[in-house]
């Protein structure tokens, strides 16, 4: 069996050779293939699960054999969920404060990280470090305290107090910061002898060299803020302000049983996240990716 | 050094050492204070948001926890009250085993997994951008969303249990019974957490450069070799950053378990920020739930000085 190959080394029959290693490459590929693939199908499942669910109704919910289409699909289930509670409201509010948290945090992460990078002031190294340390103060270790202080402001059960605290986060700042590093002095230098604006450098010039930097910012904040639950559970308990995971607890908690109208929600409020991440996808992968390590 | 810098100091220390230059020395300090002004003046913004909502709470946080305080009555100084009667209140002990079982066991597995999915994106692989997105899509999925997804499928008649069938298993009551309902939370933790340390992986094996894979390969070295001596080697440092990233995510964990089991069944899956919470704002115990919040603090800083230490490594010269 093994003459082959040493035949044709000794005829220096390279194509057969090269032949043969595409072949074990290719086979190598397939089983890999395969293999992600069979993973592939466990990581979409719920997706598919939640998606065919709410296309079913109560009576053939858990029918067996397992019915993998419903057919006629029942999209009635949608419309009963939507105004079973104010959906459309909670949506507008977390589409709101995921925007506006987003947005603040990509204008103040980034001054933060050009003041960090490209001005020399006594105390730099020690702010830098401080910032850096506010990632050991995570939401769940400060929550009690901050509630009281947002009480003292009087701001629960207002949009202030759902954005404010997250104007601008640590984690944030850092990644700028690492991404400026890499802009020469000298651009900035050149603009200043042409008599351009401090403010106006960093916007005509600094912003836009940073755009990778800022998209991926983006998308990881606007995850995050979309993802928020904790925070508001704590401090809002107006049903005008509720955002929707709060919206989304709720009505599991009221309607528990009702899982076409549950799945269906389910589906809405993944649907968001879904379209940005098809929209943006190498944004939403190297805003993952930017949270590793920078070599 | 930088130029400026040095300036800077110079017309500090020296200002009229050549008076003939002085005007010009003096316009160039003023600018460059002016320009050192500017960059103070951006980063306050971030200061005062990061002072008053991260560092003051945190200093709150330390008082409250030597208090008593029930939102109704004025805080009344207890000493190490709460940290005593925490240390000895099982339902507490409980919680900190729980969230233990839970880092533990949903940090482990992750690593190997993640790893493993993106050395096998990192070779040539049939449709891999559609694989790829495919895998990465439990990131995507909201927290709540995810809860109540899984819940509907973890039901005793539900898909996994079908599922479950097919391979011959009776059904499990997941999340009714105390002995498997952490265990099907802590599944779905590696299920969300797998794709997201994947990419971190993928990043970090695409920065090895591929001349030590050619050197390998011309030494002889097989794929085993290349991985074990190349590879892991090389991806230390991105490891124990996925380790140390994964452990302060699974140290948070709270909406899943919220929602899914509000902690129970007979506690089994309350870990400690749930605690935490239902401490605060269920049974109004402020300077207790504190107290509770110090101890995750210390648990949490101990792995952030580690990430911290990893992001500003090689920077001391600086």
């Known amino acids: 069996m093994t003459a082959a190959p040493r035949e044709a080394v000794r005829r220096g029959n390279a194509s057969r050779l090269g032949w043969m290693r595409r072949a074990m490459r290719r086979r190598a590929a397939i089983v890999a293939s395969a293999v992600l693939a069979a993973i592939a199908c466990v990581t979409l499942l719920p997706f598919y699960w939640m998606l065919s669910s709410s296309l079913r109704t109560m009576e053939t919910m858990f029918r067996l054999p397992i019915q993998w289409m419903p057919w006629p699909p029942n999209w009635q289930a949608y419309a009963l969920a939507w105004h079973a509670q104010d959906f459309t409201r909670y949506f507008l509010n977390s589409g709101f404060v995921a925007v506006a948290i987003t947005l603040s945090n990509l204008l103040l992460c980034s001054l933060a990280g050009y003041s960090l990078t490209k001005f020399h002031y006594r105390g730099r190294g020690v702010t830098f470090l401080a910032i850096l340390s506010t990632m050991m103060l995570p939401l769940e270790v400060t929550m009690v305290p901050l509630f009281l202080i947002i009480k003292r402001l009087d701001w629960a059960n207002t949009y202030q107090g759902l954005i404010v605290p997250f104007l601008v986060d640590g984690f944030g700042v850092f990644l700028m910061r690492q991404y400026m590093m890499s802009i020469p002095k000298d651009l900035i230098d050149s603009a200043r002898i042409d008599g351009a604006s401090e403010f106006r450098i960093f916007w005509m010039i600094i912003l836009p060299l940073c755009k990778p930097a800022l998209v991926a910012l983006a998308v990881f904040t606007f995850r995050e803020a979309w993802d928020m639950y904790i925070w508001p559970l704590i401090i809002i308990t107006k049903d005008s302000l509720r955002t929707l995971p709060l919206g989304i607890s709720l009505f599991m908690s009221s309607y528990g049983t009702s899982w076409d109208q549950l799945m269906a929600i389910a589906v809405l409020g993944t649907l968001p996240m879904i379209l940005l991440f098809f929209f943006l996808q190498r944004a939403f992968i190297q805003g993952i990716a930017a949270t590793g390590l920078k070599e | ?318």
């Open chain 2, 1 to 318: 050094m930088y130029p400026e810098a040095r300036a800077v100091k110079l017309a500090w220390t020296l200002p009229t050492v050549r008076p003939g230059r002085s005007i010009a020395r003096r316009g160039r300090w003023n600018l460059a204070r002016r320009q050192a002004a500017f960059g103070v003046a951006i980063i306050l913004p971030t200061l005062a948001v990061l002072a008053v909502f991260r560092f003051l709470p945190m200093l709150q946080a330390l008082y409250l926890s030597v208090t008593a305080y029930d939102l109704v009555h004025p805080p009344r100084f207890v000493g190490w009250a709460n940290f005593v009667s925490l240390l000895h209140d099982p339902l507490f002990l409980k919680s900190a085993r729980v969230s233990v079982t839970y880092v533990v066991c949903s940090v482990v597995p992750v690593l190997p997994l993640s790893l493993g999915l993106a050395v096998l994106f990192n070779q040539s692989v049939f449709v891999k951008n559609v694989l790829r997105s495919a895998i990465f899509m439990p990131v995507v999925m909201p927290a709540v969303v995810m809860a109540v997804v899984w819940t509907f499928m973890y039901q005793q008649d539900g898909v996994v249990n079908t599922l479950l069938g097919f391979l011959g298993i009776d059904p499990i009551p997941w999340l009714r019974s105390s002995a498997t309902a952490l265990w099907a939370v802590i599944l779905i933790g590696i299920w969300r957490a797998t794709p997201y340390y994947m990419v971190i992986f993928l990043a970090g094996l695409q920065a090895i450069p591929a001349d030590y894979y050619d050197a390998a390969k011309i030494d002889g070295a097989g794929r085993w070799g290349t991985f074990r001596y190349i590879t892991l080697p090389l991806l230390k440092p991105t490891m124990l950053l996925v380790i140390v990233m994964n452990v302060i995510v699974a140290m948070k964990v709270f909406a899943v378990p919220m929602i899914m089991t509000g902690g129970g069944p007979a506690d089994s899956t309350r870990v400690l920020p749930l605690f935490i919470y239902q401490t605060a704002f269920e049974f109004f115990d402020m300077g207790r739930a504190a107290a509770m919040s110090v101890f995750l603090f210390v648990a949490v800083m101990v792995f952030s000085f580690v990430q911290v230490r990893l992001f500003t490594r090689g920077e001391e010269s600086r």
